[in-house]
């Protein structure tokens, strides 16, 4: 298995602009997590998607910040305008739902804004 | 709400010595408890969990965690350190009967010298 699958794996953009993050679950996994990682404030998790579906984006900082998941093997975390502090790893992971699940993590995107 | 504690911000052992990472947590009902690891520039990688059954769980590269519901601690241990085993770890928690969302603590670096 290929694992989680993310893109790119390093960003680097300028104040102001749109970033676009790409995560591709494990096949077969129906629930996908997006996380960011700071120095400063750990490993915080954004929003997570059932079956596709958004059902927590409670810690998706403000509305800068957008996610989707069009299909079971994609999803997309958006951030426009992009600000410095944005700065930081952000991490996809996926389960499958059993009510056990592990979840899975992909190998982050670190992303700077300059 | 559940919460994750680790207490320790780093451990330090020496290689052939055993290493104990601690963890408690708090949840209104029964916990599933996990161990990631994070090494330099990478994903969290999945360890060990407790889902029910045996206290202690034995996991990846020798790692081991007892659960102890009434000290309601998680604390990850290896008998015998590596250098290699220097990372950072990572206890997290979900409560039994809620959706997927896992709780993470803030993490613990361990340092293994020779």
């Known amino acids: 298995d290929a694992g989680v699958i993310q893109s790119p794996r390093h960003e680097v953009t300028e104040m102001g602009q749109e970033v676009t993050l790409r995560c591709k679950p494990i096949?077969?996994?129906?629930?996908l997590f997006w996380y960011r990682q700071t120095m400063m404030r750990g490993l915080e998790l954004l929003i997570y998607f059932n079956n596709n579906v958004p059902i927590d984006d409670s810690g998706m900082p403000e509305d800068r910040f957008s996610a989707k998941m069009p299909n079971a093997s994609f999803s997309t975390l958006k951030i426009q305008p992009s600000e410095p502090r944005d700065s930081a790893v952000y991490f996809c992971?996926?389960?499958?739902?059993?009510?056990?699940?592990?979840?899975?993590f992909g190998p982050g995107t670190r992303l700077l804004v300059l | 709400a559940q919460s994750v504690a680790q207490p320790e911000d780093q451990v330090n052992v020496a290689e052939g010595n055993p290493l104990t990472v601690k963890c408690t947590y708090s949840?209104?009902?029964?916990?599933?408890l996990f161990w990631y690891v994070q090494y330099p520039n990478r994903g969290l990688q999945f360890l060990l969990k407790y889902i029910t059954g045996d206290n202690l769980v034995k996991g990846s590269y020798g790692f081991e965690a007892e659960f102890n519901k009434s000290q309601t601690s998680f604390h990850l241990k290896k008998p015998s350190a590596l250098v290699s085993d220097s990372a950072l770890y990572f206890c997290a928690v979900r409560e039994t009967g809620t959706a997927s969302k896992l709780t993470f603590g803030t993490g613990t670096r361990l340092q293994v010298t020779l």
């Open positions: 992971a996926s389960s499958l739902l059993t009510g056990q699940e592990t979840q899975y």
């Open positions: 096949s077969g996994h129906n629930s």
């Open positions: 949840v209104s009902g029964n916990p599933y």
